[in-house]
């Protein structure tokens, strides 16, 4: 979770997601999710590397880690 923490800490700017927005904004036929800056990357990688259940554990502990959890109340 460590790692996990520092992607978000670190994460990609918000420059990057505004432009992928405005490509997307002008494509006829956008894709239904998109990857933006390495965090991103590397959070689907995680993804792709577990089961459901897994995954909502992981993010479970990253929101708690955040102290999200109250917002969701988990």
């Known amino acids: 979770l460590n ?8 994460g990609s700017h918000p420059r990057l ?7 997307i904004a002008n494509t006829n036929e ?3 999710r998109y990857q933006v800056g390495e965090d991103a990357e590397k959070l689907f990688d995680t ?7 897994e995954f909502d554990t ?4 990253m929101m708690k ?7 969701f109340d988990l």
């Open 30 to 32: 956008p894709e239904v």
């Open 65 to 71: 880690q955040f102290g999200m959890n109250q917002s």
């Open 47 to 53: 993804r792709n590397k577990m089961n459901d259940k």
């Open 58 to 61: 992981f993010m479970v502990n």
């Open 17 to 23: 997601v505004a432009n992928l927005i405005v490509q």
């Open 3 to 10: 790692k996990s923490k520092e992607l978000v800490t670190n």
